[in-house]
């Protein structure tokens, strides 16, 4: 049985993952920034990009994991259109509502996602 979200449940979700997405995408525009105090013609052209769009760049200067986390966030995102935010999309079964709140873009129940992680390791 997919999880039914009133349309304050899916407000509530879909303002915690855009404030997530923007504190990493504001992340890297600091490292940016920082960097381009140090004069750097590479930094102001990923500033450039960054401003513009979410290109390729601009995710190849995320680190990995800020990275993951961003594209988590726009397939999350997408869910919640369609009617398909907190279900697992390993076993199809409900994400439990505190997992949720914590890590509101993971794809995966506390199962699914340890089942994952130690497949992970064992490689
Ligand atoms: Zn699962």
Redesign the pocket.
Known sequence: MPRKLNKKDKDDFRRLLAAKKESITRKLTDTITESKEMDSNVAQDLVDKAETSYTKEFLLSLSDSDRETLLLIDEALKRLEHGEFGV??????D?GGKRLVAVPWTP??????Q?TEEELRAQ
Do not use: A
């Open positions: 697992c999309q390993s076993c199809q079964t994400i995966y129940c506390i199962d699914c996602q089942k």
